[in-house]
């Protein structure tokens, strides 16, 4: 990054990225460090953080994001510049790439064979994404699911967990380590801080699998689990309001979500506690952790 610009491969893609915000390329060491990364300008996408401007400027320090030179969003305080660069990053994926189909999922493969669990902001996906992982489960993603158009596997997009609030406690008591960003302060989500994918999900970062699994998480604090097997039309429909591009893709979209429900049995879970999901994950998919 001191160089000008630094190309990061995050496969399938790659970031060109240009900032002057030490934060960000220290955090972008610790969670990035064992990735591919060159200087040099030839990624898919070309981003440039870099200080706001004007009379706003000089009231609190900003950040603004410029993506082909062009600023899609409002600027943040300078403190949020790297939780900035990761939402930008998925905004890059989900407005400009559609020979995928995108969920709004966390994915995690044991083997060959992927668990899928979609879920609106609150729904706790996140949380469990990361608990799964730290459990031996290999990380595809916590937020941007790429299923193919046949809809018969989904590529591996690995890049650092977003954990909010008091799941970022929870996560770093159960991960023992210190492989998490600097946490960002009274954002629009309240405080977010990121977190390093495994070394196992990094090394099999271009390794994809196939749909086995969709859980529709619901965490509830002091819930019994409470398990309801959904019918192939109730998970379309909870699908279809967990995509990004389905109405780009149209038809396409409707064949590869109806093809996902058709080989892939859909349960909706209440739990307050990740352990008492073990028993039904590993009775699908086993106990084998690569």
């Not at 706001?52 to 600027?75: H, N, Y």
């Not at 989900?94 to 060959?112: E, F, M, P, T």
């Not at 690995?158 to 996560?171: D, E």
Request: aromatic share 8%; with cysteine.
């Amino acid at each position: 990054m001191a160089a000008g610009e630094l190309t990061l491969e995050t496969p399938p893609y790659r970031f060109t990225l240009r900032t002057r915000f030490p934060a960000v390329s220290d955090n972008l060491m610790k969670l990035y460090g064992d990735n591919p990364a060159w200087a040099g300008t030839d990624g898919d996408f070309h981003i440039h953080l870099r200080p706001g401007r004007g009379l706003a400027r000089l009231f609190k320090s900003q950040v603004v994001f410029e993506f082909d030179g062009q600023s899609p969003f409002f600027p943040l305080t300078a403190n949020q510049a790297f939780p900035m660069l990761e939402w930008g990053m998925n905004w890059c994926i989900s407005n400009h790439i559609h020979h995928y189909l995108i969920l709004h999922a966390g994915v995690l493969g044991q083997g060959d064979r992927g668990l899928i669990l979609p879920g609106a902001p609150g729904s706790g996906k996140s949380t469990l994404t990361a608990a799964l992982m730290l459990k031996g489960w290999r990380l595809l993603t916590d937020e941007l699911g790429l299923v193919d158009i046949a809809g018969d596997r989904i590529t591996a997009f690995v890049r650092p967990v977003s954990l909010k609030n008091a799941s970022i406690a929870i996560i770093r008591e159960m991960a023992g380590n210190d492989d998490f960003s600097d946490i960002a302060r009274n954002t629009s989500k309240g405080d977010v801080c990121h977190m390093k994918p495994s070394p196992i999900s990094i090394k099999n970062a271009h390794r994809p699998v196939i749909p086995r699994l969709i859980l529709f998480p619901t965490w509830q604090e002091g819930a019994r689990l409470a398990v309801t097997e959904l019918s192939r039309a109730s998970a379309l429909v909870r699908l279809e309001q967990q995509t990004f591009n389905f109405a780009v893709l149209g038809e396409k979209g409707f064949s590869t979500l109806s093809h996902l429900v058709e080989h892939c049995p859909a349960l909706a879970v209440t739990y307050s506690d990740t352990e008492q999901l073990m028993p039904l994950l590993e009775s699908g998919f086993g106990t084998d952790h690569v």
